[in-house]
């Protein structure tokens, strides 16, 4: 029976954005972006005008269930020579479209709430996953300087955000990640291996049955 007091769900979404410890170096933060969420999928769009969605291939020819483009000065992509950042889009030959001053903004920021000020990324990922795709567990490695953290914003339907550690070894634990949370990892937790579950079917008024995610890095 209820007690007639709001769920603890109710609560967290009363009390605005929480930070919620992922592992030394790595927090959640729970709805950091969620009022600039429609505006940031509305980016997206623009750039993915310019730049399109496209399933890329692991060097070892695998394609990846996730689709990918990027903003910024340069753009992380895969194929069969391997894993690498670049000024241009291969599939246009132009460069990636620019990094919005939104983008750039909110990055800066969750880094500095997360313990780290001056984050100011080249480099943005943006992952685009329809139900069944998934990310198995990487290290986020092919960046020239690791002192500086990686900023994750996911945007549409929830997904379960797999944080493990240092080891591929360390069995991950699970995060839900909501439209409007960010992940930040850094210092002990830069190379932290990490993954998304398979999406599962679901619905989000603003994205359909799509979640999409921003990885931001220093990547130069
Ligand atoms: C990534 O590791 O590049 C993306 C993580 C996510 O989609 O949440
Ligand atoms: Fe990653």
């Not at 020819?61 to 990918?68: I, L, T």
Request: aromatic residues 8%.
């Amino acid at each position: 029976m209820s007690d007639g007091l709001p769920s603890g769900d109710l609560l967290a979404g009363l009390a605005g954005p929480s930070t919620e410890p992922l592992a030394s170096g790595a927090v959640l933060l729970r709805g950091f972006a969620a009022d600039e969420a429609a505006a940031l999928l509305e980016a997206i769009g623009r750039i993915a005008a310019q730049a399109p969605f496209r399933h890329l291939v692991t060097p070892g020819g695998f394609r990846m269930s996730v689709a990918m483009t990027n903003c910024g000065a340069v753009g992380w992509i895969s194929d069969r020579r391997g894993y690498r950042y670049g000024a241009d889009d291969p599939e246009t030959g132009k460069p990636w479209p620019a990094m919005p001053p939104l983008f750039r903004g909110l990055a800066g920021r969750a880094a500095r709430e997360a313990g780290f000020p001056g984050f100011e990324p080249e480099a943005c990922l943006i992952n685009r996953y329809e139900p069944g795709a998934r990310l198995t567990l990487h290290q986020d490695r092919d960046e020239g300087n690791l002192s500086h953290p990686i900023v994750s914003v996911s945007l549409g339907v929830p997904a379960t955000f797999l944080f493990g550690g240092l080891d591929r070894k360390d069995k991950p634990r699970r995060f839900r990640v909501d439209h409007g949370d960010v992940a930040v990892w850094g210092g002990p937790s830069r190379l932290a291996f990490h993954g998304v579950d398979a999406l599962k079917q679901g619905h989000h008024d603003l994205t359909g049955q799509l979640r999409y995610n921003l990885t931001f890095r220093k990547a130069l």
